[in-house]
């Protein structure tokens, strides 16, 4: 079982920046890929990046690519985004999420939110313009 939390969200102007944290406990933090996603209001949850835990390749959408970053510190059982050059149409609630993965798991298993078990409850960001 993994437990997920997220902070960082917040009210911010366009061009700026926030990094959201999700801290994980349970089980087991290890074998666990973990993932960013969103979602704005009358839209689908959409995927914004991911990280594998065995490779430590990231992937990204490419709406965020270059201007947002995915990073983990295994000490602290945390997962990171640090968002840059935020635009208002980033606003949206923002969930971690954590599945295991295999050695099959690809681009397209990482960025689906449908094989994702485990999320946190979210986080609200808000880019003003």
């Known amino acids: 079982q993994v437990q997920l939390v997220e902070s960082g969200g917040g009210l911010v102007q366009a061009g700026g920046s926030l990094r959201l944290s999700c801290a994980a406990s349970?089980?087991?933090?290890?074998?666990?890929?973990k993932a960013w996603f969103r979602q704005a209001p009358g839209k689908e949850r959409e995927f914004v990046a991911a990280?594998?835990?065995?490779?430590?390749?990231?992937y990204y959408a490419d709406s965020v690519k270059g201007r947002f970053t995915i990073s983990r510190v295994d000490a602290e059982r945390t997962v990171y985004l640090l968002m840059n050059t935020l635009k208002p149409e980033d606003t949206a609630v923002y969930y971690c999420?954590?599945?295991?993965?295999?050695?099959?798991?690809?681009?397209?298993?990482?960025?689906?939110?449908?094989?994702?078990?485990?999320w946190g409850q979210g986080t609200q960001v808000t880019v003003s313009s």
């Open positions: 349970g089980r087991t933090f290890a074998n666990h890929a």
């Open positions: 999420a954590a599945e295991t993965e295999s050695l099959s798991s690809n681009y397209f298993y990482y960025t689906n939110w449908k094989n994702y078990h485990y």
């Open positions: 990280i594998s835990w065995s490779t430590a390749n990231t």
